[in-house]
Every structure is written in C-alpha cells, then in structure tokens.
C-alpha cells in the first residue's frame, strides 16, 4: 500500500512537472499560432467584406456547421490521439524492460562466475574486471550507444574479450577441479543472452515514432481545436470559455507527453537505471 502511494505520488509529480515545463513546447506555440491566424483571417475578411459588401465571414449557419463538425471530428480524434499515445508507451516500456533485463542477466552471471571453484580465481577476476567495465560503460553511455558506432564498438569489444577469457574455462586439463559441464553450459547461455540482449536494446534506442503519426497528430489536433476559437466568437460564457481553455490545455498536454515518452533518454519520463548503478557498486570491489 505504501509503494502504491509513493508510485502515485511520484506519477502526479511527474504529470505536473511535465506539464508546467511543456506549458511553451511547441505544441502551445502551433494551437496559439493557429488561433491567431484564424483571428486575424476573420478581421482581415470582415474589413473586406465590409467594404465589398460581401458575406459575414462567420454567420449562425456556421455556428451549427462548427457545432457539428467539433461533435463528429471528436469522435475520431478520440480514436487517433489515444492509438498514437498507446503506441508511444508500448515502445517505452519495452526499452525500459530490456534495459533491466539486460542489468539482471548480468547480475545472474556474476552471481555464477562467483560458484567457480577457487583454482579459477584468475578466470573470475579477470571476467568480473570485465563485467564491471562493461556495467560502467553502460552506465556511462546508454544515450550515446544506438547512434554513436564507436561508442557501441568499445562495448561490443569488452563482451568479446569477456568471451576470450572463456577459453581457459573450456580447455581446462586439471580433471579434478574441472567445473560440471552444467555451469559451464549456464556461463555460456548468460554471457549470449546479454549479447543478445544487447543488441535488442540497442535496436529499440533508436527507435522512434514515425514523423507522419506525429505530423498527423498535430495536425488532427490543430484541425479539432481551432474551431473552438469560433465558439467562443458566438458569445459563450465564462464557464464555456474556461472549459474550451481546459480542452485545448489537455491537448497540448498530450501532445507534450507523447514527443517526452518518445524520448526515453531524456525529459521526464526516462528509463530508470537504478538496477545498473546497483549492479556498478557490487562490482566495484573487482574494478
């Protein structure tokens, strides 16, 4: 129950501060732009229409039309943002999983380097040496790693060394101490799972959503919200006025929190790499 409050407070503290902070993203600067655009199309045709003796700019015939098309337009706004925004944490999550399952498969295999038989110490502290240089890089520049080829080299580089060290394990002569071929087979298997790993998380890193859902999810936005601008031009009063505010306030939220969650790196929502500090400063004696 205490972790559910502490996880509940920090989501709210995290949705606030998101929101403050993305209060002049420029989500808000494109639904203020398309208003004031749609502002001063209006006066602009109304001086003109003034002197042409042409047609209102918006009649009431306009105000049903607006009416219907904010009724029916939710409707499918209301299918497209929230698929953009599901999609959006799908891909998050997934990082974010592969980022810990990656830390706990290491942390499996230093707990089964640790079962070697002693006349092995050599083999364990040269690999825990490793490992630990490894956790550290990691540490280092997870960021830079899906972009960055020679910064995924010196990682790839210190796994293939790890994999050297393994030779001495498999042709070892003294019979006596030789470890079961179970364990062995078990180091084996946790180092190719990392690598594996490895390269699932480096594959999803850089992963993004498509520029065209984006695209079309502002553009949907910007189409549904700026007929609120003629509503309000219908004489609404200051509750109407408050609730069309609060309406496009959400929006640009929304908007806010999708481009953060496709950021995994950085913003608010970003991947939680306690486990791998964890895992740094049990290897650190073996640095």
Same mark, same amino acid.
């Given at each position: 129950?205490?972790?559910?409050?502490?996880?509940?407070?920090?989501?709210?503290?995290?949705?606030?501060?998101? /929101?403050?902070?993305? +209060?002049?993203?420029?989500?808000?600067?494109?639904?203020?732009?398309?208003?004031?655009?749609?502002?001063?199309?209006?006066?602009?045709?109304?001086?003109?229409? &003034?002197?042409?003796?042409?047609?209102?700019?918006?009649? /009431?015939?306009?105000?049903?039309?607006?009416?219907?098309?904010?009724?029916?337009?939710?409707?499918?706004?209301?299918?497209?943002?929230? +698929?953009?925004?599901?999609?959006?944490?799908?891909?998050?999550?997934?990082?974010?999983?592969?980022?810990?399952?990656?830390?706990?498969?290491?942390?499996?295999?230093?707990?089964?380097?640790?079962?070697?038989?002693?006349?092995?110490?050599?083999?364990?502290?040269?690999?825990?040496?490793?490992?630990?240089?490894? &956790?550290?890089?990691?540490?280092?520049?997870?960021?830079?790693? @899906?972009?960055?080829?020679?910064?995924?080299?010196? @990682?790839?580089?210190?796994?293939?060394?790890?994999?050297?060290?393994?030779?001495?394990?498999?042709?070892?002569?003294?019979?006596?101490?030789?470890?079961?071929?179970?364990?062995?087979?078990?180091?084996?298997?946790?180092?190719?799972? $990392?690598?594996?790993?490895?390269?699932?998380?480096?594959?999803?890193?850089?992963?993004?959503?498509?520029?065209?859902?984006?695209?079309?999810?502002?553009?949907?936005?910007?189409?549904?919200?700026?007929?609120?601008?003629?509503?309000?031009?219908?004489?609404?009063? &200051?509750?109407?006025?408050?609730? $069309?505010?609060?309406?496009?306030?959400?929006?640009?939220?929304?908007?806010?929190?999708?481009?953060? +969650?496709?950021?995994?790196?950085? @913003?608010?929502?970003?991947?939680?790499?306690? /486990?791998?500090?964890?895992?740094?400063?049990?290897? /650190?004696?073996?640095?």
């Amino acid at each position: 129950m205490i972790n559910y409050i502490k996880s509940s407070k920090e989501f709210i503290t995290t949705l606030i501060t998101v /929101s403050f902070e993305n +209060l002049h993203s420029r989500y808000t600067i494109i639904m203020i732009s398309m208003v004031c655009a749609s502002a001063i199309l209006q006066f602009t045709y109304n001086l003109i229409a &003034v002197r042409q003796d042409l047609p209102v700019f918006f009649s /009431s015939k306009d105000l049903v039309f607006v009416n219907s098309f904010i009724e029916w337009f939710g409707v499918l706004y209301g299918f497209l943002l929230p +698929l953009v925004l599901v999609r959006v944490w799908e891909e998050f999550d997934k990082i974010d999983n592969t980022f810990d399952t990656e830390a706990d498969t290491i942390k499996i295999l230093v707990e089964d380097i640790l079962l070697l038989h002693q006349e092995y110490k050599s083999f364990k502290l040269e690999v825990l040496r490793l490992l630990y240089q490894y &956790v550290n890089h990691v540490n280092n520049f997870y960021r830079a790693e @899906g972009d960055d080829k020679s910064t995924r080299r010196n @990682g790839d580089r210190i796994l293939q060394k790890i994999r050297g060290k393994y030779i001495s394990l498999l042709h070892a002569e003294n019979k006596d101490v030789k470890e079961s071929d179970a364990l062995i087979s078990e180091l084996l298997n946790n180092l190719n799972e $990392i690598i594996d790993i490895r390269g699932d998380r480096l594959a999803l890193s850089t992963k993004r959503l498509f520029e065209s859902l984006k695209f079309i999810a502002i553009a949907t936005s910007v189409v549904w919200v700026v007929p609120f601008y003629f509503i309000m031009q219908s004489g609404v009063g &200051v509750f109407s006025r408050l609730l $069309i505010i609060c309406v496009i306030y959400l929006v640009v939220n929304i908007l806010a929190i999708i481009e953060d +969650l496709d950021n995994p790196f950085d @913003g608010q929502w970003k991947i939680d790499q306690d /486990s791998w500090e964890e895992l740094l400063s049990e290897l /650190s004696p073996y640095k």
